[in-house]
């Protein structure tokens, strides 16, 4: 059973779940793989360079916004290697003048401990005063200052983040929704917690980021408020569990080709190029390639980076910005120190499953794909190919490891 | 290949398995995921309230018929919050006055004993009196009173039943058919063993759930007996092996949109809404939210109750109502006790794998999706998005629990 | 892609492999799972006889031919179960006299030893005296009287069978082709060694039983040569390395039906009824279901057999009738002695994982699925439901035994 | 959804990964198999033999170019076994005359040492005087000599070959493009490193092998160069990583069907028959099979001569000619000295899943299928038929190992 839409790009694969429902059939990395069209080029001529909100990045690499993963200390070696570091606002860097005890505690809390824990750690309210200082350090150190904070907060906070000297804001909410402009119109609705986003921008100083969103309708509206770029992807990450506890979650390459469609449609309207980023469900240099194939102009990375031995997470992630105090969603996974931030984007890799060297990665990918930019690596030839656990896989991971036979 | 079905929704797709035989390609929750539309709701927005049967229910979960799950005593318990619990009336706590005693014996056999402790628990006679007290219990606790027997001795304990007190019958049976009503007229049927569910339903003062079904047809003739709500699922759950021993199942997410379409049709015809209730095959709160978004108006729920403190397993789950004396269906599970029921439906959940807090789970999924009821959340758009085990993933997998590399 | 084939039955269903390759896609029992239609009926009314070559057997159940499943001394007790045990003829049984001490051996050796114990133990001679005595033991245990030999050497040894009074010859070979008649006409083709089916059965006395066989084409030819059965399936059991070895190998599902497809255009042709009998790859009760509900009108299982505590192969199974001195492909598996061969086919099971209770099981099956005889369960609706081991199934199979969390 | 390419061959299957982009489904060896047709042979009349670039080999098995699988001392040995030897020429056997001593290093380095070894290994450069006595050492041993190199030094190293009398020159990348033609427009180009491929072929006096390659496009060009065979195949192997790293990779049934395509094309237009040699991702003779069943001439495997004792990798395996010094690929698998070359090539087996044998298990095949001739084989049957990992696999797995139950 298919359905045919046919105002944008390729048809839709429906299938029918039962006679009430159907369903599109969606793709995630996993399933995916990229094929050389017969042009190569050699590495030095690949350009992984992009612009957004007036900036130019040399590569397309984002680091989240997550406490184990920027914290006003790392956020200029992530600059100094070409990465953009985003800092929580809504984290313990701004909760905590003594952030780096904080880090301690949760580093050492048990398993079981580590859940309330971090509900008693998140009580404590925002301060501005660190918001204020923690912008500034990281101007201090020479890195871009990019900072991330929930649609609730972010009309409170903004005037404070552009006296301290903000470059860019990424307004980030797990599902951001269009609904935030009918809200306003209900009586008790509290003009300061409540965001009206093309107000929000029209208002700025600086670029705003908004995020995170998977539909192709939603995207071509929200491209239309004023941002200068678009979060894609919702529930894949590593230290995410959406989709067992809500159900919810689009597999990343579907999400971004169809975000990439309306960024497409909406440049054909209006002459603008809102950038699109992946978010989540990148583990490795394969998949930040496979995310820009689908259409990515960016990627938003956690996990490897929280595996760096500069980051705040000493050797552990965690999901989420704020946890839930009833519903905790982000999991706390223990991700070692395996290198610095500078092996991780530019190598030598110590090991070879694409974990680390990931920009070396990209531009190795690109030179074998034949793209010389980013817009070129967005074209490659995409197929299914899915890395479902055969017999045959199973066999050769246990051959890797020695077990085999 | 793919034949075509338009008398009600949407076509099915078939393949063909060989040259004589066709087959329809299903779907289970583990390969469907649900999709924001654009609009989110504050949570407090969301009503998870429903009816059944003239009962009026804040929210859509139901504790399984199960000994293990439910018992006179955490009827109570689970009634203050506010899910329904329904009582096995072939089980320990209708055949003998000391159940805790058997409970305790149950808790303590080896795995080599179980089949045969089993066989004999079960040889025991159910007893009038055990009926009457058992639902006065319930009823004395504050809960309403719901009980499951099978159809061949529905008509000979309902008596029993509307005298104590009861509120609401299940009559439940692997798969319910459509012969009992043809049974009936054989020379040598006893009356007061074989279940006209037509004459049973009209005879009752209590409204009767009928169950189990997966088949639109057989859904809609069964909608058409008189009965309150229609029980969906076919050897899905966790302590049912029916697939492997009979080669019988349906997944889950085919059967409740075959149901629902049953019902819409039914409805049509009728003005009649007959509620259909998803049973079996939902471990975390996100199959929860994924049977509601296929069509279910409640959810029937062993192992997560079985997991609670005040569950009458004592941290073991068993299937099956009566055990078969020669073929042995149902499994028996250790699932601990992990926390209390309350836990359970409304948390704070300790852990982040959508095992606890399950209203907390759907009101915040259907508040991401933009349902303010039950009835806007089945009309959520689903996806096929499988969640096969790849290489990928059992690398994130192995990295949460701290083995990767 | 998609190609057209209406002579018999459904279209298949085709796929691109490449540019030069096409390929059909097949199904196995894994990917299967049948459905109530709504008529249930008693256990009582459940009628598992079939007929084969002039004999009347009363469950569809036949031990596999080899030297781990069926002897001289285990016919009679399988007999008296009411399944049919067919007697490797190719094995020790016909090459020694204490072939007793021989399974000693087997049990006894190590995996190192295992390859090249077997390659010497094949190497004695099969000798006519023995092939004798064993029938006559087998007719003296009061079973039916059940052998197979491979084509090479049917024509020698079909005589002394008859003498000694054999019921019923299985023909048997990886895959049984249509050259059998064609090889003949050579000049160096020794008449003694090579096969001509249809005079071979001609010249018989007793039915003659032949396979392997996948093919629609194939199976169609097969059935017009005078055999009174055909055995269906390459490579799918749990002893059989086939598919790693060779490459080859079709999936259970696929292959009965497509061979059903045969036997209903050879009987349309003809008005003769030839059965057909999946071989291989059924561990379970639902297996067994799930073959008939394709079209198999018998089943015939090694390893369940193996298990029982009967079987010559003391806790071991093992494939091929005859070893191959270079290249192996059967293997040795431990598979214990788990219940008698009563338990194994009619109960009661110990265990819930449908391996024992066989007959019950399909008995059950059969109820539930309305099917009164073996021919009304080859009807019965099947369905694509794959039985992929996703994360929620890893979590449910790890609460089973009481690992998850 | 579904586009049509009807120039040549079968059409493809595109499905929808999102609005901007659409994917073709491709196949690897895990998903298919190979289905006998009712013709089989006796082993002894199946011929492997085949041609290429003039050379008559009696079996289409290459070892692979890599620094464990094939040195100046065991390409003999090989070679007497009727397979292909192909030397590296980038890698250790011509940076050092004393290359047992690195093997001994390699072998002994733990898994942290090996990357930053390997690194230093490869940063001692490549002499002539190396390179011309491995060539006649191999001919010494009476081998073909096959050697393989990269593009950038082909013109600088192949006089040397001839004057060392090579037979057969492989000249091998990841992903060979057709911009070698380009590039050597360009001023600053190096004539001496960049390949012209045309130019180099019609200057060689020995047959030139090219490759990597998967397209159709692209191999339909490369034909049309003046080689004698080309190599398929991108990223499956065991010791390659390409996927991951990279996102790269096409899965090899796939891509041997699209270039045998180009192949029939080429012949059609011009009546040279290009040999086209699947290289990578087959563990096992099944696999080896099916390449062929996909339209292989021959097949490059390195991992299974590894595990032989004539191997230079003492027990280890690893990847890439030659390990590049910021992002390593290939990994390194300790696969063990199981058997013989002999015995790995022409049995007998010690194991039966396939490892040992592959001429065997090539025969058995062919007469299974009944396939006389390699051309044969490339002709029968192959079906989709996903070797997925089910519940039901995993049980008879765990059987196998004596570990279920």
């Given at each position: 059973m298919s359905e045919i839409y046919t105002e944008t790009g390729f048809e839709y694969d429906y299938v029918s779940i039962g006679r009430a429902k159907k369903a599109r059939r969606t793709y995630g990395f996993d399933e995916i793989s990229l094929v050389p069209n017969g042009n190569t080029l050699e590495i030095e001529l690949c350009d992984t360079s992009w612009q957004i909100g007036g900036l130019n990045l040399s590569t397309p690499i984002i680091a989240s916004a997550m406490d184990s993963v920027v914290s006003p200390d790392n956020a200029g070696v992530i600059s100094e290697n070409h990465a953009l570091a985003v800092l929580n606002l809504q984290g313990i860097y701004t909760r905590y003048e003594n952030y780096n005890e904080i880090l301690d505690q949760i580093a050492a809390s048990s398993r079981e401990e580590y859940v309330s824990l971090m509900r008693k750690i998140y009580q404590e309210p925002i301060k501005d005063e660190l918001i204020y200082a923690a912008v500034k350090k990281i101007k201090a150190s020479g890195a871009v200052a990019a900072v991330a904070l929930a649609p609730f907060n972010a009309n409170r906070y903004a005037p404070i983040l552009e006296e301290a000297g903000v470059d860019i804001i990424f307004v980030q909410v797990t599902v951001v929704g269009l609904e935030h402009h009918s809200l306003e119109s209900k009586a008790n609705a509290n003009p300061e917690t409540i965001l009206d986003i093309k107000k929000f921008c029209s208002e700025r100083s600086v670029p705003v980021i908004l995020g995170n969103c998977t539909d192709y309708n939603v995207a071509l509206k929200l491209m239309d408020t004023g941002i200068s770029g678009l979060l894609i992807g919702i529930g894949p990450g590593a230290a995410c569990t959406s989709r067992g506890v809500l159900g919810i979650g689009v597999p990343m390459a579907t999400s971004i080709a169809d975000c990439k469609a309306a960024q497409i449609e909406y440049f054909k309207q209006t002459g603008k190029y809102i950038p699109v980023i992946a978010d989540g469900g990148m583990a490795v240099g394969g998949d930040i390639c496979k995310a820009i194939a689908c259409g990515a102009d960016g990627v938003m990375i956690g996990s490897p980076f929280a595996?760096?031995?500069?980051?705040?997470g000493r050797g552990f992630h965690w999901g989420m910005a704020t946890p839930s105090p009833v519903l905790p969603r982000g999991t706390r996974i223990?991700?070692?120190?395996?290198?610095t931030t500078k092996e991780l984007l530019h190598?030598?890799?110590?090991?070879?499953?694409?974990?680390?060297?990931l920009v070396g990665a990209l531009k190795t990918s690109m030179a074998t794909l034949g793209a010389h930019t980013i817009k070129e690596m967005q074209e490659v030839e995409v197929i299914v190919a899915p890395g479902i656990l055969t017999e045959g896989k199973v066999y050769q991971r246990a051959q890797k490891i020695g077990m085999a036979r």
């Open positions: 595996r760096t031995k500069e980051a705040p223990q991700v070692g120190t395996e290198c190598g030598p890799a110590i090991y070879d499953d694409g974990s680390q060297n």
